[in-house]
């Protein structure tokens, strides 16, 4: 059995990079990944995160033959024992009966390091490899000269390609692969309605925006906050939908059902609930299109770009083979508000706007829960802008340009 020893760290990139290069680049025949943790990387949710991209993205999951393992180091001998460490290893190896194993030392402390170089040394079977970021490389020091240094192929810079087109700030909320863990949970469950039925999935995020609409509505109060759920007729359609997203790991909300109330945690659960998650989702569909063709690229959500004092914000950007591509993103039932066709048409114009940003070399799309009118496909047509709604979000990649 080829093993892949990985600690789980702050910085999933270190990880993940260097796992989508294996598979990518070498046909890998890797059939576990052994997350080393912590009481640290535990308590600040590095562990869960770790697993959590790599379930998001597939790698590890049902189907899959790889498997994902955490091996942990207790009582704090990552800090001051290399002798409890390498026990801790050996005796996973041992067990486990690994033939070949591979070290990504890039994580963790010093001592860990230590430990993993020191069991490479029992055996040639055994490789350390670490990631240099000075120069995008892949490191196996411990392998003759000629076969130590590999290029390590990373999704091309957001940030220093706006910045050359004269953007003074260009900043993001985070990159998909450094989402907490909470936010995949959420989104991997609303995949699954979208997919089980996409009708009753919208009649649910239709009652959820309404409830967290009128938090965010109302003046600053204190959280835990506790709404009443009035629409009766939604709330039996989709019960039961609603009280699994209340028993997900780290739960964005509560759902009373005596009383019929529905508690959000704090003000960030409301806006991730109210519509940013549909945001993720979106970058979770575009990274699982690029490595169904063996492609790699760095999602970023909530790019926000200036040159001046007046700034613009994008819901989800990245750039693949040299073209900026942008997406906005809405889960508003159009139906239900006013002069829908004319509230679309000024959102894509505004987004048309936006997306200048890039120049030419730019595609613009934008992605609606709910379908929009023909009217407004064709103002969307006029200004290039590709529209991805209702049934075509589960056909997703083949509008990807």
């Not at 059939?31 to 080393?36: D, G, L, S």
């Not at 000269?145 to 091309?156: A, F, G, M, N, T």
């Not at 909470?182 to 979208?194: A, E």
């Amino acid at each position: 059995m080829k093993t892949l020893f990985v600690t789980a760290t702050a910085q999933t990139e270190a990880n993940y990079y260097l796992i989508w290069h294996f598979f990518k680049e070498n046909n890998t025949d890797i059939e576990k990944i052994v997350i080393i943790s912590t009481e640290f990387t535990r308590s600040k949710g590095y562990v869960d995160n770790l697993t959590s991209v790599l379930t998001a993205l597939q790698v590890g999951s049902e189907g899959s033959s790889v498997t994902i393992e955490e091996l942990h180091l207790s009582n704090g001998i990552e800090e001051n024992n290399v002798e409890a460490i390498k026990d801790v290893l050996l005796q996973w190896i041992a067990h486990n009966k690994a033939s070949q194993i591979i070290f990504n030392i890039t994580g963790g402390t010093k001592l860990m390091s230590i430990a993993q170089d020191q069991i490479a040394q029992i055996s040639s079977r055994y490789d350390c490899v670490y990631q240099s970021r000075a120069n995008n490389q892949l490191v196996w020091y411990n392998r003759p000269p000629s076969k130590q240094c590999y290029d390590l192929v990373l999704p091309e810079n957001l940030e220093a390609r706006l910045k050359a087109r004269g953007y003074q700030t260009v900043s993001s909320e985070t990159s998909f692969l450094a989402l907490p863990a909470q936010q995949y949970h959420y989104i991997q469950q609303m995949y699954k309605y979208l997919d089980i039925n996409l009708d009753k999935a919208r009649d649910l995020v239709f009652l959820l925006n309404a409830l967290a609409a009128r938090v965010m509505n109302e003046p600053e109060h204190s959280f835990p906050h506790t709404v009443e759920v009035r629409d009766g007729y939604l709330i039996k359609k989709c019960i039961t939908w609603l009280k699994l997203l209340t028993k997900l790991p780290q739960p964005y909300f509560s759902y009373d059902s005596t009383n019929s109330t529905l508690t959000w945690e704090n003000k960030q659960a409301v806006e991730f609930v109210g519509g940013k998650w549909f945001e993720v989702l979106t970058g979770l569909w575009i990274v699982q299109h690029y490595l169904a063709q063996g492609q790699q690229v760095d999602v970023q959500i909530g790019l926000q770009f200036k040159k001046t004092s007046d700034g613009n914000e994008v819901d989800v950007a990245y750039i693949n083979e040299g073209y900026l591509h942008l997406f906005e993103c809405k889960t508003v039932n159009w139906d239900k508000q006013d002069n829908p066709t004319t509230k679309v048409n000024a959102d894509l114009r505004k987004f048309d706007s936006v997306g200048q940003v890039g120049g030419l070399n730019t595609h613009k799309y934008f992605v609606s829960l709910f379908d929009v009118s023909d009217q407004s496909i064709a103002v969307a047509k006029d200004t290039g802008i590709e529209v991805i709604t209702g049934n075509n979000l589960l056909d997703f990649g083949r509008y990807i340009v």
